[in-house]
């Protein structure tokens, strides 16, 4: 069992940044952010594996990296928009993809809020 810890969410003006971190008790192949807004579906963010990807609504303003030594993963997000508030989940598994069916393990969840 592999336990995950997000830190590093807030409250930030449009334009802003915020860097998210999320600390694994564990190694795992790869490791992810979701987010869910109010009323919506949870949905992907971006992956890291042996490569990254991104969703489109948020490629070229967010960048995934992680650090394998320390199990941890970190989400840098610049020109944060109001569509961008929501809960940020961290997820890690043996596979990589889109889908949260594919992470086997999730994180309690950190708050981002973007204000216009």
């Known amino acids: 069992q592999v336990q995950l810890v997000e830190s590093g969410g807030g409250l930030v003006q449009a334009g802003g940044s915020l860097r998210l971190s999320c600390a694994a008790s564990?190694?795992?192949?790869?490791m992810a952010w979701f987010r869910q807004a109010p009323g919506k579906e949870r949905e992907f963010v971006a992956s890291?594996?042996?490569?990254?990807y991104y969703a489109d609504s948020v490629k070229g303003r967010f960048t995934i990296s992680r650090d394998k030594a320390k199990n941890t993963v970190s989400l840098q997000m610049n020109s944060l928009k109001p569509e961008d508030t929501a809960v940020y989940y961290c997820?890690?598994?043996?596979?990589?993809?889109?889908?949260?069916?594919?992470?086997?393990?999730w994180g309690q969840g950190t708050q981002v809020t973007v204000s216009s």
């Open positions: 890291i594996s042996w490569s990254t």
């Open positions: 564990g190694r795992t192949y790869a």
């Open positions: 997820a890690a598994g043996s596979r990589s993809g889109s889908t949260s069916a594919e992470y086997d393990y």
